[in-house]
């Protein structure tokens, strides 16, 4: 267990629909991330929060989109959704500004399926 | 951020040891070395970090040659639950890692 928690853990939808996916950090993380990993490929960034500020972004289209609130959590929001969004979405939390090395803990994701 | 490159897979028995290495011709002065294990369906899972030299852990060891343009993790005496894709990361911000870069990973077969 790593104290990040995501919902819901899986996920059906149609091409064109809307989805938000949500993710708890770990107690004490001010940092959350959130990747795409489509079936075996290693995970893709997809944007950082830090401190409720996007805090760097991977190549992915302005249709993904996130929040991140003051008790940390965030949310990963996809609009008019591909086919192509099928994946795994993974949710990391870590504590970042400290000046000490931070581990990124991995949420179970949530395994989205356009159809 | 440095590119790594790594095998794709790899086979082994249980209770041998198991190394696996990574390239990372371009890593820069701040970048430290990371790797991950994920099971499949599951978020990847935090293994081991250095910077140079050696590092040990209860589960693992990273080895890292003075150029630190490639790293060994060596994982003693594999078992069956030691089946899992093994991913090499370079970077992070003085050693976070928001921001993570993965490759493909290298997939390990342990086989009774």
């Known amino acids: 267990e790593t104290g990040v928690t995501q919902s819901p853990t899986h996920l059906i939808k149609t091409r064109g629909q809307q989805v938000t996916l949500r993710c708890s950090s770990q107690?004490?993380?001010?940092?959350v991330s959130w990747y795409q990993q489509a079936l075996g490929q290693g995970p893709q960034f997809i944007f950082q929060y830090y401190r409720e500020e996007e805090n760097g972004r991977g190549n992915f289209p302005p249709r993904f989109s996130g929040l991140q609130f003051p008790n940390y959590s965030s949310e990963l929001n996809v609009n008019a959704l591909e086919l192509d969004d099928s994946a795994l979405y993974l949710c990391?939390?870590?504590?970042?500004?400290?000046?000490?090395?931070?581990?990124?803990?991995f949420g179970q994701g949530t395994r989205l399926t356009v159809v | 951020l440095a590119k790594t490159t790594q095998p794709i897979s790899m086979d082994s028995y249980e209770g041998q040891e198991v190394n696996i290495t990574c390239s990372h011709n371009?890593?820069?002065?701040?970048?430290?070395i990371t790797w991950y294990q994920q099971f499949p369906s599951q978020g990847p899972r935090f293994i081991i970090q250095g910077y140079k030299t050696k590092v040990t852990n209860e589960v693992a060891s990273l080895f890292i040659p003075a150029d630190r343009k490639s790293s060994t993790l060596s994982l003693p005496r594999v078992s069956l639950s030691d089946t899992a894709v093994y991913y090499c990361?370079?970077?992070?911000?003085?050693?976070?890692?928001?921001?993570?870069?993965f490759g493909k990973g290298t997939k390990l077969s342990v086989k009774p």
């Open positions: 990361l370079v970077g992070g911000k003085g050693g976070s890692q928001g921001n993570l870069i």
């Open positions: 990391a939390s870590s504590l970042e500004g400290s000046g000490r090395n931070t581990e990124a803990f």
């Open positions: 371009n890593i820069a002065t701040n970048d430290y």
């Open positions: 107690s004490g993380h001010n940092t």
